[in-house]
């Protein structure tokens, strides 16, 4: 277990556990920063885990002149398919054309900017296609003639949000989860911030500076537990996504465009399935409470079935989510869609006072540029004299030969031939070369443990118990894997069983 004193001294205490708040706690402390981060629930329980799961530029962002942002994001995912080749690949977009909602030429120009905007090493450039020849037509309507293929990135969201703690921690930060942020004063340049554990006591730290990276509850962040009156207005928006079974054979994935002028994705999901989505609505509310309305099914179900020969209904679908995307509040921006999902970060630096960063807006996929432009900003304050560093090094696991997985796969499965295949990819693709620590010299499926869910043996949950900080069944099955679809309720009873005799994970202790 993690623990801290009263009075423990940091360079940063960063507040909340999701991408940015992660992302900034393993830049701050590859620079050579004492780190704190703190998070109230799992890392990556709110909205780092409810995304579309893409590593994107935003293609649809140029219809609304993001040139900047989409140029920055396409930058990014080169980064990140080199520093992550394990949990982020390429991926490969069919949009068919629907002459009724875009000219074929619209499509084309937006593509060539799409190609060209930012140097690329990983993927092939977009084409046309006739969908009647094409595998991707198959599942289709007769009436779909044309497309065209572009390609992007996948991402195994909740996982970067971990292996950025991950790192972070190696190299000398503090993770606590489940540990409430209660309040922070300023005193004397330094702060001092209470901090408090789930069922243990009140314990305060210092800190010479806090980054706010609290998501959709920032701005509460700032007046509630902050105090501060002035600050950046964010719009709360709800996105939600379906999981149905396969909708088809191949592997690539779908862009539809909707009569409304909003874009739906149907991707390849955990082999045998498809995930859809995602909506765009404004939202009201506690960001923990959010969770997916009838309309929003019946508007994702109708998205598909104006494509696909095979329609879904409500019925079909067998697990779905929902997430608050906390977007800058922009005045003329009527449509949810419109509004950006570039940041703003937020410096505060009295005369004479410790400094107060908030992280604003963003999206996952340039969560490492804002990392470091945060860090930027208080390179001065802080006295930092490390320059940036995180746009070369791989993220744990990453560290494949060339950066090729298929190769790193042929490899370990050929090394561990009694691992079943489907197994030995998801151990290389979740796990990368750390993989081998969760096999920890096994030899034998026996040598695994008990299997205590549908694919899940104990030697991996023990290893997410030890190394990640999983405290939970919802922890192991939804964040750290994507078992919970494969899971049973028999299954997870046996999971929290067998939780309720190890030890959780940090957590703040006297």
């Not at 955990?270 to 929003?296: H, K, R, W």
């Not at 997430?323 to 703003?344: C, F, K, M, Q, T």
């Not at 990392?371 to 802080?382: C, F, I, R, V």
Request: hydrophobic share 40%.
């Amino acid at each position: 277990m993690t623990q801290i004193r009263d009075s423990e001294k940091y360079d940063l205490v960063v507040v909340g556990g999701g991408i940015n708040g992660a992302g900034i706690a393993r830049d701050a402390a590859g620079r050579g920063l004492r780190v704190l981060l703190c998070e109230k629930n799992d890392l990556a329980e709110h909205t780092s885990s409810a995304s579309t799961k893409l590593v994107h530029g935003g293609l649809r962002y140029l219809e609304y002149y993001e040139f900047s942002l989409v140029r920055k994001a396409l930058r990014e995912r080169e980064v990140l398919l080199k520093v992550a080749p394990h949990i982020i690949w390429p991926l490969r977009f069919v949009m068919p054309h629907v002459a009724s909602l875009r000219p074929a030429w619209m499509i084309r120009a937006g593509l060539f900017l799409y190609d060209h905007l930012s140097r690329r090493t990983f993927l092939p450039a977009s084409r046309g296609i006739d969908l009647r020849q094409h595998v991707a037509g198959e599942p289709l309507i007769d009436s779909l003639e044309r497309g065209f293929v572009y390609s992007d990135a996948w991402v195994d969201d909740a996982r970067l949000v971990v292996l950025n703690a991950i790192d972070a921690k190696e190299r000398g930060a503090t993770i606590l989860t489940h540990t409430y942020f209660i309040s922070a004063q300023r005193v004397e340049r330094s702060w001092h911030v209470q901090l408090r554990g789930e069922g243990q006591p009140e314990r305060t730290v210092h800190a010479r500076a806090i980054v706010n990276a609290g998501g959709p509850w920032a701005t509460n962040l700032l007046k509630q537990n902050l105090g501060q009156s002035r600050h950046t207005d964010l719009r709360l928006v709800k996105g939600s996504h379906i999981v149905t079974r396969k909708l088809f054979d191949h592997d690539h994935a779908y862009i539809f465009q909707n009569p409304d002028k909003r874009i739906i994705f149907a991707i390849p999901y955990e082999n045998e399935f498809t995930l859809i989505g995602t909506t765009d609505m404004e939202y009201q509310g506690d960001p923990a409470d959010v969770c997916i309305s009838p309309e929003e099914v019946t508007y994702l179900c109708e998205a598909i079935n104006r494509y696909f020969k095979e329609s879904i209904t409500h019925d079909d679908v067998v697990w779905s989510y929902s997430g608050v995307r906390p977007l800058l509040a922009e005045e003329d921006a009527a449509n949810p869609s419109a509004v950006s999902r570039d940041y703003h970060l937020e410096v505060e630096v009295p005369e004479n006072q410790a400094p107060l960063l908030s992280v604003f807006g963003g999206k996952i996929t340039t969560f490492r540029r804002l990392a470091e432009d945060a860090m930027d900003l208080l390179t001065g304050p802080l006295g930092i004299n490390l320059p940036a560093w995180t746009a070369t090094a791989t993220l744990p696991g990453g560290d494949l030969p060339d950066a090729d997985f298929a190769s790193f796969l042929d490899d370990f499965s050929a090394r561990h031939a009694w691992l079943p295949p489907t197994l030995a990819k998801r151990y290389a693709r979740s796990y990368g070369t750390r993989a081998e620590r969760l096999l920890a010299n096994a030899a034998s499926m026996a040598a695994l443990g008990e299997e205590l869910s549908p694919g899940l043996f104990e030697s991996e949950a023990r290893y997410l118990i030890d190394q990640e900080w999983a405290a939970s069944a919802d922890d192991i099955l939804w964040r750290r894997t994507k078992l919970g679809l494969h899971a049973t309720p028999s299954s997870r009873q046996r999971i929290d069983d067998w939780l309720a005799g190890q030890h959780n994970g940090a957590t703040l202790t006297a």
